[in-house]
């Protein structure tokens, strides 16, 4: 099971920390991403980390905005967003990929939370 939280509405150049809490070990994943997804529009992806090396990819929207981190002893994903932007407003989930998912498509996903509002006015 996937719990995010942290999600709220922002002004514009504000700050948030989203977290995804895990059930089990984040670790059995080769991937743990975040996606969000606007009305109207697709799910897109916005970070990705390799659960056991470390390296993260990120969205050319958001590289050098958010950072994506993983906490093992508390089995918990983040995701820092700084200098937020109206077109950040999304619902923002989180998920477990395959070892595609560097790539930060929906389909090399497979497990999703509920997923945690963020709105940037």
């Known amino acids: 099971q996937l719990v995010e939280s942290g999600g709220a509405s922002v002004q514009a150049g504000g700050s948030l920390t989203l977290s995804c809490a895990a059930s089990?070990?984040?670790?059995?994943?080769?991937?743990m991403g975040w996606f969000r997804q606007a009305p109207g529009k697709e799910r897109e992806g916005v970070a990705t980390i390799h659960t056991r090396g470390g390296d993260s990819y990120y969205a050319a929207s958001v590289r050098g905005r958010f950072s994506i981190s993983q906490d093992n002893a508390k089995n918990t994903l983040y995701l820092q967003m700084s200098n937020l932007k109206p077109e950040d407003t999304a619902m923002h989930y989180c998920?477990?990929?395959?070892?595609?998912?560097?790539?930060?498509?929906?389909?090399?996903?497979?497990?999703w939370g509920q997923g945690t509002q963020v709105t940037v006015s």
């Open positions: 998920a477990t990929g395959g070892p595609g998912g560097w790539r930060l498509r929906n389909a090399d996903f497979g497990y």
């Open positions: 089990g070990n984040i670790n059995r994943a080769y991937y």
